[in-house]
């Protein structure tokens, strides 16, 4: 039988040593000295090669494959899809080496494969036993978005002058086939290492990105928008506003600006208290929203902080303290602001953050560590019991979908499954996996026809790819968004849809 799957080479996605040929075992052997592939190229990664445009087998689209077969370009979509060769562990399966088939196309695992890996499903893009390209990745081809898609990220390693980090916005628009690439921001960082970044994006009545961002070399919290042409201050001149200085610049959140009112609202950490920013009409103002030492007397609050607003204006957000780095909740009423300590959570509970206000105006919370809800007694599990929801979301961003239901992306091993619930009650319900891994952030959005969208930082620090995912019945229709060539640093992605 022969199995359809992409691969990459060295360097790629977890290899070690070079790309096997699909020769009898997938025994990683091929290549030779002498390159008779495509034009005569030689490669050391895939990326080195000019790609066939081949439909592998077990996919939907025709796609541009670039594959290395030891130091030689394949030379046919049989090699370009990894389909010559047989045993092993199957046609370019696990035993050739790391992720074999990691890459575009989830293929067909194995039908007596456990999790696939039999016939190469475990080595792919496959999320289940003999199901590979059902449940895994087909690459998504020139499809047009039905909804417009904005993702927004941090770009650490790139050199801007004397500096690094780049903070870049890309949008694909409904009908469109390509994505459209913006620099928001440059030179945020003094080093090319930085692993902190604190950036979101909202989208306003007209569907246009108001971003918020930390610039981390200046300590200094800034604001733009996009007015159709341009990045531009809130009172339309060209630019960013500088809302503050000596801000928090070691965290990593999201959700900490919304839109209330028709205007944009923002919490963040300044020095060691917690500040609300809003718009006046004419000007940003700033005010504290907690101290240095607030009510709990947990000192330094306003760590990562998310924040939503309830039907009577009053702003509610959910954070840690910088002591044992717990989850907090803080919310604004007539007699002025509370702060409350949620003892139960874990300590290191930093990262990011979502809040949400539920029918009766509670406060739902997913964390670093899993979901709580207050319940008008006590926090509560969703099922009511006391305590939280055990999740791993650190670095994956959730969010509240047009259908009123929590999406919330988790860690399993080194991949994200997704899990919704309704928001008004209800328990989890499992989807299965979204990203097989490895990763290092995500973010998960879902639009009006109720497709779930999601943006992933694929491949490991220093090694990442943005790309798109979009749930199909087939899958999870993949696209690349962003790819950068070298050391690639691509972090604390952000998604919105329109």
């Known amino acids: 039988m022969r199995w359809g799957w992409l691969w990459f080479c060295a360097g790629g996605f977890g290899f070690i040593g070079a790309c096997s040929s699909g020769g009898a075992g997938g025994s990683g052997t091929g290549g030779g000295g002498t390159c008779l592939g495509v034009g005569g190229v030689k490669c050391s990664t895939a990326s080195a090669c000019p790609g066939l445009i081949c439909q592998c087998p077990g996919t939907k689209f025709a796609a541009t494959i670039k594959r290395c077969l030891g130091s030689c370009c394949a030379r046919d979509c049989d090699e370009a899809c990894g389909i010559s060769g047989s045993g092993g562990a199957g046609t370019g399966g696990s035993a050739a080496g790391g992720f074999g088939a990691f890459g575009a196309f989830g293929g067909t695992g194995g039908s007596s494969g456990a999790a696939g890996a039999d016939a190469g499903g475990s080595a792919g893009m496959g999320a289940s036993a003999g199901s590979g390209g059902s449940g895994g990745f087909v690459d998504a081809g020139p499809t047009p978005a039905t909804s417009d898609v904005h993702v927004l990220f941090m770009d650490a390693a790139a050199q801007s002058g004397a500096y690094y980090g780049i903070l870049r916005h890309g949008v694909k628009a409904k009908g469109s086939t390509t994505w459209t690439l913006s620099i928001v921001d440059s030179g945020l960082s003094a080093s090319s290492g930085s692993t902190f970044a604190m950036q979101e994006l909202v989208l306003d009545a007209a569907g246009l990105p108001n971003v918020a961002y930390m610039h981390q070399r200046t300590k200094t919290l800034r604001f733009t928008r996009w007015d159709g042409n341009a990045w531009v201050q809130m009172n339309g001149a060209f630019g960013y506003d500088v809302l503050d200085s000596n801000v928090d610049t070691v965290g990593a959140g999201k959700h900490f600006i919304t839109m209330h009112g028709g205007k944009p609202e923002l919490v963040f950490r300044q020095g060691t208290t917690l500040k609300r920013y ?25 760590g990562a902080p998310a924040l939503t607003f309830d039907s009577s204006g009053y702003a509610h957000v959910a954070h840690h303290d910088h002591g044992g780095y717990q989850l907090h909740y803080a919310r604004d009423g007539a007699s002025g602001w509370s702060n ?111 497709t779930i969208h999601a943006v992933v930082s694929e491949g490991t620090l220093n090694n990442n790819e943005l790309v798109h995912l979009q749930q199909s019945t087939g899958g999870w229709l993949r696209e690349s968004i962003y790819a950068q060539g070298g050391t690639s640093r691509l972090i604390q992605p952000s998604l919105a849809i329109q």
Not at 292 to 302: E, I, R, S, Y
Not at 404 to 433: A, D, F, M, Y
């Open 278 to 302: 809003s718009w006046s009409g004419s000007q940003w103002q700033g005010s504290v929203v907690l101290d240095t030492t607030p009510p709990t007397g947990v000192a330094n609050p306003g």
């Open 340 to 450: 409350e300590l949620l003892a139960f959570s874990p300590k290191q509970s930093g990262a990011y953050k979502h809040i949400v206000l539920d029918a009766a105006l509670h406060a739902n919370i997913v964390f670093k560590f899993g979901f709580t809800r207050w319940s008008g007694s006590n926090w509560v599990k969703a099922d009511g019991t006391a305590g939280y929801d055990a999740f791993d979301t650190e670095f994956i961003a959730s969010t509240l979908s047009p259908q009123n239901e929590l999406l919330v992306g988790h860690r399993v091993g080194s991949g994200i499954e997704l899990v919704k619930k309704p928001l008004n009650g209800g328990s989890w319900q499992t989807l299965g996996q979204a990203h097989p891994g490895p990763h290092t952030g995500a973010a998960f959005a879902g639009d009006t026809s109720g």
